[in-house]
């Protein structure tokens, strides 16, 4: 008889256990679940209050994809394996990034700043046309031209989301902006041309997002003062730059117009 109730007992406590674990993976999943959804709104309703300020027709959404927590692995999500360097750089950085060919966005925040910039990127590129593939392997000045007038974009986009959001690149907040960033990779420096030595791919990103954010900081405060119209923005929008240095030029145009944004 002990030993029956013995048994009955960790037959109990066993399947007790199995519960517990039951109930944990389904709430880790519903918690999971609830995030992803949290920030596809998110995406979704700056994509829509982009379109409708700007009057353009969006016919579908991205597809997003939330990183943030560790359980959220790169085979559990799916992703294809041409997205792996990506998907550590965005989860290591708490950033976010749209990858055109796909129509995707992986995302390692909820922050909306950074959202919203991505469902600006989304509408540019899906209006424009430009071809991704080629910006990455032909003419070098054409391709920093391309990625200036695109973070410009991206940055306008983010403002009309967010209009009290500041540009980090700005000089009175880069050097702040910088050191916090590293501080996070747990590297020290004791100045920023120490940084920018030791960190090469630094520079690069630094001169677009620098010259980009300018930009579309002065095209928003141009917009939102009357200065500019609508249809300028639009039109800017939908320019694929076919040609060899068109970008360029349509670049130097823009910094003419918006003489002294950097």
Avoid: W
């Avoid at 030993?3 to 517990?20: M, R």
């Avoid at 999971?32 to 920030?39: A, D, L, P, R």
């Avoid at 060899?244 to 030029?249: G, R």
């Amino acid at each position: 008889m002990k030993i029956q109730f013995l048994k009955v007992a960790f037959n109990f406590h066993y399947l007790f256990q199995n519960t517990i674990i039951l109930i944990n993976l389904l709430r880790i999943k519903c918690l999971m679940s609830n995030k992803q959804k949290k920030i596809e709104q998110i995406v979704y309703d700056s994509i829509d209050e982009i379109s409708e300020e700007l009057k353009i027709d969006v016919k579908f959404y991205p597809e997003v994809y939330f990183i943030g927590r560790e359980r959220e692995t790169f085979l559990f999500i799916g992703l294809p394996e041409t997205y792996r360097k990506d998907f550590y750089e965005i989860r290591k950085n708490k950033t976010a990034g749209f990858f055109p060919v796909h129509n995707l966005i992986i995302t390692a925040t909820d922050n909306l700043e950074h959202l919203s910039e991505e469902a600006g990127h989304f509408i540019h590129l899906n209006n424009s046309k430009i071809n991704i593939l080629k910006i990455e392997t032909e003419n070098l000045i054409d391709r920093y031209s391309i990625k200036i007038i695109g973070e410009s974009v991206g940055y306008f986009c983010s403002k009309i989301v967010c209009p009290e959001r500041e540009n980090v690149y700005d000089y009175k907040n880069f050097r702040n902006f910088i050191f916090t960033s590293l501080n996070k990779r747990n590297l020290e420096y004791k100045s920023l041309d120490e940084c920018i030595i030791k960190n090469n791919n630094l520079t690069e990103d630094f001169f677009v997002y620098k010259n980009g954010y300018g930009l579309g900081e002065k095209m928003f405060n141009e917009y939102i003062s009357g200065n500019i119209k609508r249809k300028f923005i639009t039109n800017l929008m939908k320019k694929s730059f076919k040609e060899e240095f068109s970008a360029t030029k349509e670049l130097l145009s823009m910094l003419k117009k918006f003489k002294g944004c950097f």
